[in-house]
């Protein structure tokens, strides 16, 4: 069973208006959380990514919290690595927390679910430099970008959908009176 075929058979492709953690609009939203209600599908998918980056000197693997916490951790496992994870500081921005320890010039692999916007893995990203850990690559579930972003790694995703988002001030959905949901937390 290949990614996509994942998020639908476990209900995690929905479709409406929605807003978006990057504050835009779409018509389709990758809710990541019914996938990982399945472990066999978390299991699988993070074997996409670990074996993408199997033999390049990975040492490390990390994700912002929350589900970068359980890919992190299931991708390390595959890896035979360390996991760590991310979480929002005092500023906002993505911090290692609890004793969470990168050395210079430990071999990171960056972890994350949906991509849209890059925002949460530009944090990681920047959090791991901070310490000196060396970026192998990003490795996602979903890329979802309109753009494309480099991060002077590899990029892989399990599976590569084109998006459609919309500023809220040029929002066809609005336009047409359809109600706007904001997903994740309930």
Known sequence: MNAEEMFRKSGAVLEGHFILTSGRHSPVYWEK????????YVQQLCGMIAEHYRN???NLVAGPTTAGIILAFE?????GVRAIYAEKAE???????????????????VVDDVFTTGGSVKEVIAAVKERKGNIIGIGLLVDRSEEKYDFGAPFFACHRVEAISYGPDKCPLCAAKIPLTKPGGS
């Not at 959380?33 to 066999?40: A, I, L």
């Not at 991708?75 to 890896?79: I, T």
């Open 33 to 40: 959380f019914k996938v990982m209600q399945y472990p066999q």
């Open 91 to 109: 500023n906002k921005t993505f911090a290692f927390k609890r004793g969470a320890a990168i050395s210079p010039g430990d071999n990171v692999l």
């Open 75 to 79: 991708v390390a496992r595959q890896l």
């Open 56 to 58: 390049q000197s990975i």
